[in-house]
Each structure stands twice: as structure tokens, then as C-alpha cells.
Nanobody, 125 residues
Framework: QVQLVDTGGGLVQAGGSLRLSCAAS????????MGWFRQAPGKEREFVAV????????SYANSVKGRFTISRDNAKNTVYLQMNSLKPEDTAVYYC??????????????????WGQGTQVTVSS
């Protein structure tokens, strides 16, 4: 399995931006479909975005579409989540994850087998 480390979270005012990074090691990163999920206090983990192994296809949750961008650099074994126009409701712990399957764009957390430790994003109003 691939090992994942999430970084880049922090405290930002509404309307601001953050970029999360997820560094992978231990396996062939470029073979994995990668996703970002988030979990707010008292809520279930929810899908945010996913990207194919080549980076040419992405999918987003409706709540972040047009504000967040997922990308990857296979040479650096890293996937990113650029978050713009942040809202207080974006406050959550954000996790990157590797899909168990090397193709497709899935959005259920049960389909992802490796997870980062999470990074806290707090958006103040």
C-alpha cells in the first residue's frame, strides 16, 4: 500500500485560499486514482474531489465545484488541493486517499484503501 502524508491546513478568513498537499511513498504513486475527502465535527466523512492517475480527468462535489482544484505531480509523488473562495462551511479535517482500483472516478470513502493522517482547515467568518 502507498503511505500518504497530508499537509497545508491552517486558519484562514472567509474568501481566502489554501493549498493542501499530499505526499506519497512506498508504492508506485502514478498508478493510483487519488481523492480528497473531508470530515467536519459531528458529520460523516464526505467526498471532495478525485483525479485519475494521469491527471487528465477530475470530479468534484457540487459544494466545492468552481472553487477547489485537484491536481497531481507524479514526478513528485504529490497530489494537491487548491482551495479558493473558502467559506466557514469548508471547515473540516481534510484527508487524501488512494483508490483501491487504478481507474475510474469514485467518490465513496469505502472504495479508498490508503489514507493520510488528515490536516485541519478552519475558515473564520
Amino acid at each position: 500500500q502507498v503511505q500518504l502524508v497530508d499537509t497545508g491546513g491552517g486558519l484562514v478568513q472567509a474568501g481566502g485560499s489554501l493549498r493542501l498537499s499530499c505526499a506519497a511513498s512506498g508504492h508506485t504513486f502514478s498508478r493510483y486514482v487519488m481523492g480528497w475527502f473531508r470530515q467536519a465535527p459531528g458529520k460523516e466523512r464526505e467526498f471532495v474531489a478525485v483525479i485519475t492517475w494521469s491527471g487528465d480527468t477530475t470530479s468534484y462535489a457540487n459544494s466545492v465545484k468552481g472553487r477547489f482544484t485537484i491536481s497531481r505531480d507524479n514526478a513528485k509523488n504529490t497530489v494537491y488541493l487548491q482551495m479558493n473562495s473558502l467559506k466557514p462551511e469548508d471547515t473540516a479535517v481534510y484527508y487524501c486517499a488512494a483508490d483501491k482500483r487504478p481507474y475510474g472516478l469514485r467518490s465513496q470513502s469505502a472504495d479508498f484503501g490508503s489514507w493520510g493522517q488528515g490536516t485541519q482547515v478552519t475558515v473564520s467568518s
